[in-house]
C-alpha cells in the first residue's frame, strides 16, 4: 500500500499546548488534518477549512470506532494526561488497525519512560509498547518536560512561603514549538522507529527554574526548603534517569532566555 499525501492525517490532542503547535505545521506543509479532541474545537483556534475536529475521548470505556479515523494513513497521537495513558493508546492502536488504512503511527512520549518507577512514566512506557507492538509502522519521540508547562508549575507555588527543593530532581526544559517541529518533520516522513530524545539545552533544579522565573519578573528569590525523595523513585532522580543521554537532539532556547522572551 502507498502513502497518499492527500490522506488527512489523525492527530490526537491536537489542541493542546503541542497539538497546537504542530497542527499548523501539519498544514502549512499541504497536509488536511482530523484533530480528535475530547472538547471539539476551542474558541481560542482560529477555524481552518484544511482542519476538521471531531470529539472523541480515548479514555472512555469501549472501543474507539475506527470510522472516527476518517481515512488517515498516518496517526499523530499527543494527547496525554496524568493517568490512563497506556490504556489510551491501546484503544487508539486497535482502531487503527481496524481501519486499515493507517500506516504510520508517531507517538510522543517522556524522557526517561522506562526508567523512572513513577506511575505517570509507566504508562507511557505502556503507550510506547501499544505502539511498537502494533504491527503498523512507528515513530517514537521522547521530549523533556517543556517550558509552557514547567512556567505554569512554578507559576503554582508563587504563594508558598518556600520553594521545595528536592533532592536529585532535576529539568531539562525544552520549548514546545521546538517539540511541535520535530513531530511535524517525522509525522510527514516514513516510519523511523525510536528516534533521539529531544530536549532543551540546560538542566535545572525546581529552586533554580523558580528563581530565574522571579527574577525575570523582577521579584526577590524566595528561600528553598531541601526534601529528600526516599528509595527508587529518589535514586532514579538523583541518577539523572528523567535527563537525556548525549545522543539526544539538543533544541531551542534556554529557560532564561524563554523567560525574557
Do not use: C
Request: hydrophobic share 45%.
Amino acid at each position: 500500500m502507498t502513502r497518499e499525501i492527500n490522506s488527512p492525517v489523525l492527530v490526537t490532542g491536537g489542541t493542546g499546548t503541542i497539538g497546537r503547535r504542530t497542527v499548523p505545521l501539519l498544514v502549512a506543509a499541504g497536509r488536511t488534518v482530523r484533530v480528535l479532541s475530547r472538547g471539539g474545537r476551542p474558541a481560542d483556534i482560529a477555524p481552518d477549512p484544511h482542519v476538521t475536529y471531531v470529539r472523541a475521548d480515548l479514555l472512555a470505556d469501549g472501543e474507539l470506532d475506527p470510522a472516527l479515523l476518517g481515512g488517515a494513513e498516518t496517526v499523530l497521537h499527543l494527547a496525554g494526561g496524568p493517568k490512563g495513558d497506556d490504556a489510551a493508546t491501546a484503544r487508539l492502536v486497535r482502531a487503527a488497525r481496524a481501519a486499515g488504512t493507517v500506516q504510520h503511527l508517531v507517538l510522543v512520549s517522556v524522557v526517561g519512560a522506562d526508567a523512572m518507577p513513577i506511575g505517570y512514566f509507566r504508562a507511557k512506557a505502556g503507550a510506547e509498547r501499544a505502539v511498537m507492538e502494533s504491527g503498523i509502522g512507528w515513530t517514537v519521540l521522547r521530549a523533556a518536560q517543556v517550558n509552557e508547562l514547567l512556567l505554569r508549575m512554578v507559576g503554582s507555588m508563587r504563594q508558598m512561603p518556600l520553594v521545595p527543593a528536592p533532592g536529585g530532581l532535576r529539568f531539562q526544559p525544552v520549548d514546545a514549538a521546538e517539540v511541535a517541529a520535530r513531530l511535524a518533520e517525522l509525522t510527514l516522513d516514513a516510519p523511523a522507529g525510536r528516534v533521539p530524545d529531544v530536549a532543551g539545552p540546560g538542566v535545572y533544579t525546581l529552586p533554580e527554574l523558580a528563581a530565574a522565573q522571579r527574577t525575570a519578573a523582577g521579584a526577590r528569590p524566595r528561600r528553598t526548603l531541601p526534601i529528600r525523595l526516599p528509595g527508587r523513585i529518589g535514586r532514579a532522580y538523583r541518577s539523572g534517569a528523567n535527563l537525556t543521554g548525549p545522543e539526544a537532539h539538543i533544541a531551542g532556547r534556554d529557560w532564561e532566555t524563554f523567560l525574557a522572551a
